[in-house]
Structure formats: C-alpha cells, structure tokens
C-alpha cells in the first residue's frame, strides 16, 4: 500500500507560482513511477509530470514544459516527498491537481495509477 499526501495548492495572478508537495510513504515507495496530474471541470484528466523514483528520469506534459519542475525529496528512508514547482502560472492552468503512483510508468502515465492522493486545487487568476 501506498499513501500519498498533497499539500500546497492555492490562489494566485497569472504569472505567479506555485510549490506542491506530496508526502509518499508505504513500502518499497523507491520501485514506484510518481506524478502529478490535473482535472479541470468538464475537462479530462491531464498528465502534468513523472518521475521514476529509483532513477530520477523526468517526464513532463507538453502543455507544462519549461514552466513547471517535478522533484523528488528522499532524505527520509521511509517516504518520498514529490514537489511540483509551477512558474509563470496561466489562467488555464486552473485546476485540482493530484499526486499519482504506480510501479508501471505507462499505468501511470497512460492508463490509470494505482494510488492517488485526495488532491490540491490550484487557481490562477488573470
């Protein structure tokens, strides 16, 4: 099992930014894919960012690329905390966004992830 805990969602002016942060705990959270998502109303489901724990590798959505940054914090050997830094915020990037796990990056990515948080809402104003 895995828990997965957001923290950091807000609001805040177009251009302005953002630090998410999901607490990941539960066993062999090092093997698991993790990463954000967002759902905005009447929307579907976006991927926004993915990491591969064990090695680092980063992924991001077409719509977040070079805004947003996806890191990952393991200093404590029994979680990992998922950051997601959002720069140059846009009215469209108005949504709930969720911390994701899943061993299998295309579960992950593609598919549906095994574990989700309960979700941040992040509101951008212009």
């Known amino acids: 099992q895995v828990q997965l805990v957001e923290s950091g969602g807000g609001s805040v002016q177009a251009g302005g930014s953002l630090r998410l942060s999901c607490v990941a705990s539960?066993?062999?959270?090092?093997?698991?894919?993790m990463g954000w998502f967002r759902q905005a109303p009447g929307k579907e489901r976006e991927g926004v960012a993915a990491?591969?724990?064990?090695?680092?590798?980063?992924?991001?959505?077409d719509s977040v690329k070079g805004r947003f940054t996806i890191s990952q914090d393991n200093a404590d050997s029994a979680k990992t905390t998922l950051h997601l830094q959002m720069n140059s915020l846009k009215p469209e990037d108005t949504a709930m966004y969720y911390c994701?796990?899943?061993?299998?990056?295309?579960?992950?990515?593609?598919?549906?992830?095994?574990?989700w948080g309960q979700g941040t809402q992040v509101t951008v104003s212009s």
């Open positions: 994701a796990a899943d061993r299998d990056p295309v579960q992950l990515w593609k598919t549906s992830p095994a574990y």
């Open positions: 539960g066993a062999s959270i090092r093997r698991y894919y």
């Open positions: 990491i591969n724990t064990g090695t680092g590798k980063l992924f991001y959505g």
